[in-house]
């Protein structure tokens, strides 16, 4: 059974890093790409990041790029994310999900994505 479980969220202080962990199991990563999704009250899905299955593109949302950095160890069954320079805005729900497309494709679009993660709680607050 395809499964995705989030990990590393918690409070953080503006300026502030985290790394979220997605540990995946029952898929071949290799065959799925793999992006971050976000959610705060009252707004809808924002697409953050995604990694390819080959993990030779990334993707980013505009508003996260130079600050999030998505990736993976082919070895490993784990997708992180690397959040630097929080900001208040970047509170929310992240999940991870799965899309079965093409190896070389990345994409932060949420309707690709079929398999979903529960989500993990970024607090960003002084």
């Known amino acids: 059974q395809l499964q995705l479980v989030e990990s590393g969220g918690g409070l953080v202080q503006p300026g502030g890093s985290l790394r979220l962990s997605c540990v995946t199991s029952?898929?071949?990563?290799?065959?799925?790409?793999i992006g971050w999704f976000r959610q705060a009250p009252g707004k809808v899905r924002e697409g953050v990041a995604c990694?390819?299955?080959?993990?030779?593109?990334?993707r980013y949302g505009d508003s996260v790029k130079g600050r999030f950095t998505i990736s993976k160890v082919n070895a490993e069954t784990t997708v992180y994310l690397q959040m630097n320079r929080l900001t208040l805005e970047d509170t929310a729900t992240y999940s991870c999900a799965a899309a079965k497309i093409a190896a070389s494709i990345a994409t932060v679009y949420p309707a690709v994505f079929d398999y979903w993660g529960q989500g993990i709680q970024v607090n960003v607050s002084n």
């Open positions: 029952g898929f071949d990563l290799a065959n799925y790409a």
């Open positions: 990694i390819s299955g080959d993990g030779a593109s990334t």
